[in-house]
């Protein structure tokens, strides 16, 4: 099992920058591969950033490139995500969520290879 929590959201201005981490319990998270996803309200939750369970290989969706830079420390079972040029359109609620696979070197990058989410931190940019 694993448990995931989230934190570091925030209220902030637009063209901030905000890092969000990802505390994990659990002795097979440095096994499983990570990946951010955000929901905002009224809309689907969509994929942000993933990580192999390695931090070697990283993938972010056509529509997040250039904003987003995700990483981890397995050492410290802890994965982030550095948002720069905060929009208005990013407010949303962010989840760090770990992958079922732990037999896998691949990026996870379909919400169902992800098995354990956390609670979520809210991230609020104003204008």
């Known amino acids: 099992q694993v448990q995931l929590v989230e934190s570091g959201g925030g209220l902030v201005q637009a063209g901030s920058s905000l890092r969000l981490s990802c505390a994990a319990s659990?002795?097979?998270?440095?096994?499983?591969?990570q990946g951010w996803f955000r929901q905002a309200p009224g809309q689907e939750r969509e994929l942000v950033a993933a990580?192999?369970?390695?931090?070697?290989?990283?993938y972010y969706p056509d529509s997040q490139q250039g904003r987003f830079t995700i990483s981890r420390d397995n050492a410290k079972n802890a994965a982030y995500l550095q948002i720069d040029s905060l929009k208005p359109e990013d407010t949303a609620v962010y989840y760090c969520?770990?992958?079922?696979?732990?037999?896998?070197?691949?990026?996870?990058?379909?919400?169902?290879?992800?098995?354990?989410w956390g609670q979520g931190t809210q991230v609020t940019v104003s204008s």
């Open positions: 969520a770990a992958s079922r696979s732990i037999d896998s070197y691949r990026v996870p990058v379909d919400s169902v290879e992800f098995a354990y």
């Open positions: 659990g002795r097979t998270f440095n096994m499983r591969g």
């Open positions: 990580i192999s369970r390695s931090g070697q290989s990283t």
